[in-house]
């Protein structure tokens, strides 16, 4: 099914209409929440540890997080066959608004880090049941508009996430901000009976993959630890250990009657597993957001605040593109969209690594705004396209819904994955921390940019 064509889309005043306003609502809401908890902890951690302790523990609450967002989104097609839309989703809120509630009330540092892995798992259904759900409570027409808010929803809560925590922080209250996301978590659960189409809860138990599950969480783990261990030769043995995992993942998906990702992403001749990878290389890119705030501060004296703001450009890029990229139709025209989208992506990353300078002028400062800005640009041009390519890969209900919710795995774990390379290529740099900025954004810009020839693959 081709959902492009020369006709006009429908205006964004349809999808934000009363008969599509909840639904709206819920599912980017959904995605919102976990994208802004990705890196809300990271700014409440420094006064969470004066008042807890575990100062040892203090890199793992991303770590932790991030593994359990990958195992709920895996598991969201068999929540979805027994819980139908409603239920699932209500199940998606009450687990994310448990762990935010946890996260508030923790007495000691290990009760905070158990409560972060439940407040994960949350996030990772929501944002799996984002994509997933889209095919039953929107029209067709609107699939793209509306795959274009949710993915707009990573780039908000990646700009939020710092800033929310920043401001609790500030007034010594990060208690509240998880309280507060609980909050949020209840009001948009309280919405969901009336905003979603009910679907029948199935009577058949759905197998869970086990070994896929067990191999993808394996090498979500070991590119997680990538990410917090010292030492170049510790964090390569990580992501080389994850790749053989990931390596083992595909050839038992190939073989076995158990999948994570739909039949159709192993048939010979398929698109879906180059869409799939291009999505992969576009998400590969955000994790320079992780360093960036580093290369500010280190590179040309900001304030912690500031250069984090600086750093959100590459998703206030993302976002801001995309709800433009969502009115593109044509099928040569979001053909040539996916194909760019990495491009412009890779060498927005390229010339900010040309503009690193020690002792960076604050002239050269602003600079770097617009140049970031046109690195996340180049994913939302893409992403909305290809998510929907995806989610319109096949007329079976079952696969259709397993294809829409493996976009949320695919970004979850390719963030992840981006996030450990790009700390093995800041060691790389040793004392200097101009040639750590240099190799992070060369490196991950030779990364991104084969994220051209998967998208010329999936154009085929």
Request: overall charge positive; glycine content about 12%.
């Amino acid at each position: 099914m081709s959902l492009t064509s020369t006709s006009a889309p429908p205006a964004w005043r349809e999808l934000l209409g009363r008969e599509h306003l909840g639904a709206a609502i819920v599912l980017a809401g959904g995605v919102l929440v976990g994208a802004i908890n990705i890196y809300l902890a990271a700014s409440l951690l420094p006064t969470a540890v004066a008042e807890l302790g575990g100062a040892s523990f203090y890199a793992w609450n991303m770590t932790i997080y991030l593994v359990a967002m990958v195992i709920a989104t895996m598991l969201t097609g068999r929540l979805l066959s027994r819980w139908g839309n409603v239920g699932a989703y209500l199940l998606g809120f009450a687990t994310f608004t448990a762990g935010s509630l946890a996260c508030a009330v923790s007495p000691a540092m290990a009760v905070l880090l158990a409560s972060r892995g439940v407040q994960g798992l949350g996030a990772g259904l929501l944002s799996g049941l984002g994509f997933a759900v889209i095919r039953a409570a929107l029209p067709a027409r609107l699939w793209t508009r509306g795959t274009a808010l949710m993915s707009a929803m990573y780039g908000v809560g990646n700009f939020a996430g710092p800033a929310i925590g920043g401001l609790f922080a500030q007034v010594g209250s990060w208690r509240l901000a998880f309280g507060a996301m609980a909050l949020i978590g209840a009001v948009c659960g309280a919405i969901v009976p009336r905003a979603l189409p009910r679907s029948e809860r199935g009577t058949r138990r759905v197998p869970i993959p086990a070994v896929s599950l067990l191999l993808l969480t394996a090498a979500a783990g070991a590119v997680s630890v990538a990410g917090v261990v010292a030492g170049t030769p510790s964090k390569a043995a990580g992501i080389g250990v994850a790749l053989l995992l990931m390596a083992g993942f595909v050839v038992h998906e190939r073989r076995g009657e158990l999948r994570v990702f739909p039949r159709t992403t192993y048939q010979r001749g398929s698109s879906l597993k180059w869409v799939y990878l291009t999505l992969g290389l576009l998400a590969f890119g955000v994790a320079a957001e992780s360093f960036l705030p580093l290369f500010g501060q280190r590179l040309a004296g900001l304030p912690p605040l500031v250069a984090g703001f600086f750093a959100a450009a590459i998703s206030l890029g993302w976002s801001v593109t995309q709800i433009g990229s969502s009115s593109v139709t044509g099928h040569r025209a979001v053909r040539r969209l996916r194909v760019l989208g990495p491009v412009l992506l890779a060498a927005g990353l390229v010339v900010q690594g040309l503009l690193q300078r020690e002792d960076t002028p604050m002239w050269l400062v602003l600079v770097w705004v617009p140049v970031l800005f046109v690195a996340g640009a180049g994913i939302g041009l893409a992403y909305p396209h290809l998510s929907v390519a995806a989610m319109s890969s096949t007329q079976d209900p079952e696969e259709g819904g397993r294809a829409a919710a493996a976009i949320a795995t695919v970004t979850s774990l390719s963030i992840a994955f981006g996030t450990a390379v790009a700390g093995v290529l800041v060691n790389l740099g040793g004392a200097s921390m101009l040639d750590a900025a240099r190799n992070v954004l060369f490196g991950l810009a030779v990364i991104c940019a084969t994220g051209a020839l998967s998208a010329h693959a999936a154009n085929r």
